[in-house]
């Protein structure tokens, strides 16, 4: 009887597959029309993203102090743009300057703002309407002045202008730089045609999920910078998904041959534990939607998206391409056996003194996590800003030749019906430690008045933070409707909003990571085991962009500007996607030990043989995806970087040491109480009926030749 036609286990499961494999031209050619709907839908969603951060929550002290003074005025309360004017030829009056900035559409004032102290520059200040649209004016603005060499542009349209701008060009030149060597990686992990359908996957998983955040744009706004992570994450879990679907079909084709079963085992087995991979993912990420700033909301609602996403094209394209090509994508030279590999080997090896490598392990990860305990929190400022534009020229020239012109540190919304009530909290507030002027009470709509507080030091100093702690405190005391707002009041609250946000998204990270995990393996310490080594593994990937960004080292091969710190924000993020990432690793390691073990082998013997069939897989997978997310290194924008450089080095550790060391000595250690659950929850994962093999086939569809071990995932 032909393989290829015996009965196969019935149920939803394997009808998809089945479609697909009986009809891979259809499929294709459908997975084809969603890229090009996609592509066009969804591709241009680039450019009706937030630019403006999101890095302070929208509810907030600092938020709400903004909208009343705007509401009250009908204008924002500081200056939007920024123009920086050249003096140095002898000519001072600025006055052509103001009058078109003045004439621009949204701008409600501009006025002169002062001079330089070596008098070679003037300043002008915009003041924006409103409702303007602050791209819409700095577009208007920059046209104005492109040809007047005399006038540098910035403030904070511009800034959200040219970083929007900047970061779509990064990803061009990351795409350019990473797509070349995923290629050839690919060509040399995958071999041949096989090579392609990574990159299908790829793509496929970049447009869908540029469709998904057009739609989710229309509802919520998400941010531009988002797109990083779409691009760099999707085509590394792209890389992922295929590489372990193809190295099990292959496993497949050398026992079944080119057959639909080989398909079917392999959808089956490899993904499934695909899809636990991208629930995982999916979780890790969905956390950092508990955080109340839209900069976390974004990044963690595209990386959810974006996991979904990749899972769904590598199991629709993958089958399908078996299919069409089926045997020509077999190995052209056999691999060894999981019983004679080096993996195997070393496995052994690490299991043969199980303590002391995971203590030598465990003690040198947690000496490069250690300067993740030393990071300083500071905001996003100027200095993320790449030093050929225009907003970057003007921010460092306010802060060398106007002493910090142009920002307001920190400013109260007062609300007070009494003249008198206003100017004497505005006496009052004056008077505190760091104010450098006394400040004045401006009515700027009936009933509420405007207090501008100029400190010392920057919005992330101590000395700032203080004030605003003090102003909020005053206002307490005297029973005053004051809301404090402004840069170092916006850092203030984002950091209070962390912190209280932080305990429940740490929950939900380990407690849906330890549920997804559990519900693969049946164990609770498996998931546990796997949350300490993710946190050991994020903890290295932080200590190193502490190391390098707070630190200010390579500075020259990197390109940014040290701020002395580390955005809190971008930490969190780093530290989300580095997690996930490890779980993803780790999933298909833990699948292929369970299930050697569930055919029989010693526990010893079960962990060697998984890694046997996964070591040489994962750390290609790694390699590619540290390649693909690692390119946004390349960035201009520094917290870009952050993100790329962090999540390279925690795919690399985990793969290369986590789970090449520490995994098998702490499997080793543990022997079967690896396995162990409470008798009512092994119960109830007995009844759930998860399980990575799959139901056994029934003896009919059997018909093709014996399966062994070496065929199981």
Known sequence: MDPTSAPLPPGHRSRLTRALHSHP??????????????????????????????????DSDSALAVERLE???????????????????????????????????????????????????????????????????????VAAFEDDDRVALGGSAVTGLQIGERVGEDLGRAELLAFPVLVLLSLLFFGGRAAVLPLVVGVTTVLGTFLAMAGINEVYGLSVFSLNLVIGLGLGLAIDYTLFLLSRYREELDQQGPTLGAVLTTMR????????????????????????????????????????????????????????????????????????????????????RPGAVAAVTAIVMLVLAAPALR??????????????????????????????????????????????????????????????????????????????????????????????????????????DVLVGGAAAEFVDQQAAIGDALPLAAALLVLLTVLVLWL??????????????NTL???????????VYQDGRLTGLLGYTSNGGVEPTNFLVAAAVVFALSTDYGVFLLGRIKEAREAGLAEREAVATGLGRTGS??????????VAIGAFSTSSISFIQQIGIATAVGVLVDAFVVRSFLVPALMGLLGKWNWWAPMPLRRLHDRIGFSEGGPAEPADAADGPPRVLASTP
Not at 537 to 547: D, E, M, P, S, W
Request: charged share 15%.
């Open 71 to 141: 509401d009250a005025s009908g204008r924002s309360p500081s200056a939007g743009v920024v123009a920086v004017v050249d003096t140095g030829d002898g000519r001072s009056d600025v006055t052509d300057v103001v009058e078109t900035l003045a004439g621009l559409d949204g701008v409600a004032e501009a006025v002169p703002a002062g001079t330089a102290r070596d008098g070679s520059s003037a300043l002008v200040v915009a003041v924006l309407d409103a409702d303007a649209d602050d791209e819409a004016v700095a577009t208007a603005a």
């Open 537 to 547: 593994t994020a903890g290295v990937a932080l200590g190193a962009l502490t190391f």
């Open 25 to 58: 031209r259809r499929a294709l050619l459908a997975v084809l029309l969603f890229v090009v709907v996609a592509g066009v839908l969804g591709g241009p969603v680039a450019g009706s993203l937030d630019a403006d951060g999101g890095f302070a929550p929208a």
């Open 269 to 352: 087995t490899a993904g499934r534990t695909v899809v636990f991979s991208a629930a995982t993912v999916a979780v890790a990420l969905a956390t950092l939607t508990v955080f109340p700033m839209g900069f976390l909301k974004s990044m963690g609602i595209a990386g959810a998206v974006v996991a979904v996403v990749a899972a769904a094209a590598a199991l629709v394209v993958s089958p399908a391409v078996f299919a069409l090509w089926g045997p020509k994508l077999a190995r052209r030279r056999r691999r060894a056996a999981a019983s004679g590999g080096g993996w195997y080997r070393l496995s052994h090896a690490v299991m043969a």
């Open 375 to 480: 990071a300083e929190w500071t905001p996003v400022d100027s200095s993320v800003v790449p030093t050929d534009l225009s907003a970057r020229v003007v921010a460092d020239t306010l802060e060398a030749d106007y002493a910090g012109a142009g920002t307001t540190p920190v400013l109260a919304a007062v609300r007070a019906d009494d003249p008198d009530a206003a100017r004497s909290f505005a006496d009052a507030a004056s008077q505190l430690p760091g104010v450098l002027t006394p400040a004045d009470a401006i009515e700027v709509g009936p009933g509420t008045w405007q207090v501008d507080l100029v400190v010392d030091g920057g919005p992330e100093g101590d000395v700032a933070q203080q004030v605003v702690t003090e102003v909020r405190d005053l206002a307490a005391d005297r029973d005053a």
């Open 617 to 626: 897989v994962v750390t290609a997978a790694a390699i590619l995806l540290a």
């Open 520 to 533: 693969m393996t049946g164990s609770v310490v498996l998931p546990v085991k796997a949350v300490v080594m």
